[in-house]
């Protein structure tokens, strides 16, 4: 997987959370579409992490290969 396919990834990643903050009813985060956006939200951060791990392990990779 190219490098430039994973930042994409994340790009696309960061850009749904943030459309996911903005759906959010803060008085009722719990309840109807809410609870989606929060749960959809919380997928996203996991993805961005994992995403960043993966870009990290490939450095180390690429590094213990030379």
Do not use: C, H, R
């Amino acid at each position: 997987m190219s490098t430039k396919f994973i930042y994409f990834l994340t790009t696309m990643a960061a850009a749904l959370f943030i459309y996911n903050l903005t759906i959010i009813d803060y008085d009722n985060p719990f309840e109807g579409d809410s609870f989606t956006a929060v749960v959809s939200g919380m997928i996203d951060a996991i993805a961005i992490v994992l995403l960043l791990i993966l870009v990290q392990a490939k450095k180390i990779k690429e590094k213990s290969d030379q």
